[in-house]
């Protein structure tokens, strides 16, 4: 039998190459090896949304780039959080068995205490046991995380056993898969590509958009006239001709650092090699997006069969409590 894999990401909606380069191109990956279960998961979002108002089609959009891209529906299972409200219940439950003081020492709480000061909501809190209680529901043993993520995991190990040692062996201990994910820069060159950030470079850009925003972005600062020697190693348009044209970096290195090519030109490659890697992607996408029930259809019999696993999980849980 496959071993279980689970992940879950928040509704950001269309994604951007840097969500290609890391997640979504590991999930496809997964697919084969394990039995996965991908989730967007929608209630932690709402820790820190305050406006609700785009959330659905934030969901339909991120579902239409991970099925763009080669999530398999007949292979993995792909749903929303929301949709197996099971899980808020086994949340309910891990959180009577965990120590606050675990969860206030949680770095990232302290981040969002500073990020949000005004939204110090109960949910912040809460986040590592629902995120717990996302993993077991599915008696998950595979968790693909970036190194950045390993606190969260250890914390839900010591949920888990601290719950199978109080009420008996019912969750396997979900294990780390390190994934050395690419740290994708965005077009400033200096912080994570992220939507919120604003640098980043869709999936679903047309051609021409995609060119216009290459060209957006910060190159090597030491290169002001086009006769100047450039630096490729500090410049982030470089690092993105690694993904998407490995075969022409040592060739672009040596041109720029002879001012041999101006920084236009190099963008225009980078663009070009692109839109040339993600056309079969944005085809499929654009054929997706024509059959809103076949999304809706993905979604809800996904939460189908999430929930039968979900509802013997809670089963059991509740009899090891004494609930039932
Ligand atoms: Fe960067 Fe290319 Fe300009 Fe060199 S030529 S600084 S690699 S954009």
């Known amino acids: 039998m496959k071993r279980r894999v689970f992940s879950g990401a928040r509704p950001t909606g269309r994604q951007h190459i840097g969500n290609y380069l890391g997640a979504i191109q590991n999930y496809v990956a997964l697919q084969d090896e394990y039995d996965c279960i991908y989730c967007i998961v929608d209630i932690h979002a709402l820790t820190s949304l305050e406006d609700t108002g785009e959330l659905q089609r934030n969901i339909r959009e991120m579902v239409l780039d991970w099925l763009a891209v080669g999530l398999d529906p007949g292979k993995s299972i792909l749903f929303v959080q929301s949709q197996v409200p099971e899980v808020m219940e086994l949340y309910t439950l891990l959180g009577m068995i965990t120590p606050l003081s675990w969860l206030l020492r949680v770095p990232t709480?302290?981040?969002?205490?500073?990020?949000?000061?005004?939204?110090?909501?109960?949910?912040?809190?809460?986040?590592?046991?629902?995120m717990t209680a996302d993993i077991v529901l599915y008696k998950a043993e595979v968790i693909p995380v970036g190194e950045d993520q390993l606190p969260h995991l250890?914390?839900?190990?010591?949920?888990?056993?601290?719950?199978?040692?109080?009420?008996?062996?019912?969750?396997?201990?979900?294990?780390?898969?390190?994934?050395?994910?690419?740290?994708?820069?965005?077009?400033?060159?200096?912080?994570?590509?992220?939507?919120?950030?604003?640098?980043?470079?869709?999936?679903?850009?047309?051609?021409?958009?995609?060119?216009?925003?290459?060209?957006?972005?910060?190159?090597?600062?030491?290169?002001?006239?086009?006769?100047?020697?450039?630096?490729?190693?500090?410049?982030?348009?470089?690092?993105?001709?690694?993904?998407?044209?490995?075969?022409?970096t040592d060739d672009i290195a040596a041109r720029c650092r002879s001012a041999k090519i101006g920084c236009v030109d190099c963008k225009q490659l980078l663009a070009e090699?692109?839109?040339?890697?993600?056309?079969?992607?944005?085809?499929?996408?654009?054929?997706?997006?024509?059959?809103?029930?076949?999304?809706?259809?993905v979604l809800t019999d996904g939460a189908r069969r999430a929930r039968v696993i979900a509802r013997k999980t809670l089963k059991e849980v509740k009899q090891k409590m004494g609930l039932i």
């Open 154 to 248: 250890e914390l839900a190990r010591e949920i888990t056993r601290r719950f199978n040692s109080s009420f008996g062996d019912i969750f396997p201990e979900p294990e780390a898969k390190l994934t050395s994910f690419p740290l994708v820069l965005g077009l400033d060159g200096k912080s994570k590509m992220s939507k919120q950030a604003g640098n980043d470079i869709e999936i679903a850009l047309s051609d021409k958009e995609t060119v216009k925003r290459v060209m957006t972005a910060l190159t090597d600062p030491a290169r002001r006239y086009r006769n100047d020697p450039g630096h490729p190693d500090i410049c982030n348009i470089y690092r993105l001709h690694g993904y998407f044209s490995p075969r022409q």
């Open 109 to 130: 709480f302290k981040e969002k205490v500073k990020l949000q000061p005004h939204n110090v909501n109960y949910g912040l809190v809460g986040y590592p046991v629902l």
């Open 273 to 297: 090699a692109i839109n040339i890697a993600l056309k079969p992607i944005r085809e499929r996408r654009a054929a997706l997006a024509t059959e809103p029930q076949y999304i809706a259809d």
